[in-house]
C-alpha cells in the first residue's frame, strides 16, 4: 500500500483562489517532499519540510507538517492557470535506505 | 547546468521485444532511482541504486526488469519479453544523499508503448 495519499484526488478552483492538498502518511518520516508535475512527464522539486518543522514557505506556496496525525498539506495562494498541473507528496521513510516513497497525487486544474 | 536525460523520449514496441531503456544522472549525483507511471496514476517505485553498494531492487515487478548503473554514472533499464501490462511512462531521478537534503530531480521520462 502506498505511504503517502493525496486528498483530494482531484481539485478544481477558479483563478485567484487558493488550492489545499492534504497528504498522509504511515511510518515516521526524516522528510516529506511536495513535487508538481505537468503532463505527465518528469516532477519538479517544490519544497522539502524535515520532520522537525512545522510550516515552511517558498513563493505562492505554504506547508506545513502535523508529525502526531502524520499528515501534511501543501497551500498555493492566489492560483494562476499555469498552476494547474498534478501535485505529489513524498516522504523519506528510513534513513538508512533513504528512498523516497511517493502518494497518488493530486490533479489540480486553474480555471480561468 | 545538465538535468537528467532519457532516451528514447518514446519508445513502441511489440510485444515480446526486449527494450532498454536509458538514464543520464546529473553528474556527481550519486543515487540513481527508477519509476514506472501508468496513465493518471503515481509513481511506482522500480530500483535505487546509491554509491557502491547494492541496488534495491525490491520494486521490481518481475524477474523481466533489470537494470545495472555501469561507473556509478548512466543507468539502464532493460525490460525483456515485454508484455501491454508494461506501457507505461519510465521515469528515472538522481540526487545527493545528504541528510535531509535527497531533493530528487527527474528526467523527462520514456514513454513506452507495447503493441
Known amino acids: 500500500s502506498q505511504q503517502g495519499e493525496e486528498d483530494p484526488q482531484a481539485l478544481s478552483i477558479q483563478e485567484g483562489e487558493n488550492a489545499t492538498m492534504n497528504c498522509s502518511y504511515k511510518?515516521?518520516?526524516?522528510?516529506l517532499q511536495w513535487y508538481r508535475q505537468n503532463s505527465g512527464r518528469g516532477l519538479v522539486h517544490l519544497i522539502l519540510i524535515r520532520s522537525n518543522e512545522r510550516e515552511k514557505h517558498s513563493g505562492r506556496l505554504r506547508v506545513t507538517l502535523d508529525t502526531s496525525k502524520k499528515s501534511s498539506s501543501l497551500l498555493i495562494t492566489a492560483s494562476r492557470a499555469a498552476d494547474t498541473a498534478s501535485y505529489f507528496c513524498?516522504?523519506?521513510?528510513?534513513?538508512?535506505?533513504?528512498?523516497?516513497?511517493f502518494g497518488q497525487g493530486t490533479r489540480l486544474t486553474i480555471n480561468p | 547546468g545538465a538535468g537528467v536525460s532519457q532516451s528514447p523520449s518514446n519508445k513502441v514496441t511489440e510485444k515480446g521485444k526486449d527494450v532498454e531503456l536509458r538514464c543520464d544522472p546529473i553528474?556527481?549525483?550519486?543515487?540513481l532511482y527508477w519509476y514506472r507511471q501508468s496513465l493518471g496514476q503515481g509513481l511506482e517505485f522500480l530500483i535505487y541504486?546509491?554509491?557502491?553498494?547494492?541496488?534495491?531492487k525490491s520494486g521490481l515487478p518481475s524477474d523481466r526488469f533489470s537494470a545495472e548503473r555501469t561507473g556509478g554514472s548512466v543507468s539502464t533499464l532493460t525490460i525483456q519479453r515485454t508484455q501491454q501490462e508494461d506501457s507505461a511512462v519510465y521515469l528515472c531521478?538522481?540526487?545527493?544523499?545528504?541528510?535531509?537534503?535527497?531533493?530528487?530531480?527527474f528526467g523527462p521520462g520514456t514513454r513506452l508503448t507495447v503493441l
Open positions: 531521478a538522481s540526487s545527493l544523499v545528504r541528510q535531509y537534503t535527497d531533493t530528487q530531480y
Open positions: 541504486f546509491q554509491g557502491n553498494s547494492a541496488p534495491d
Open positions: 513524498a516522504t523519506r521513510i528510513d534513513r538508512g535506505a533513504q528512498k523516497l516513497v
Open positions: 511510518t515516521s518520516i526524516n522528510n
Open positions: 553528474s556527481g549525483h550519486t543515487a
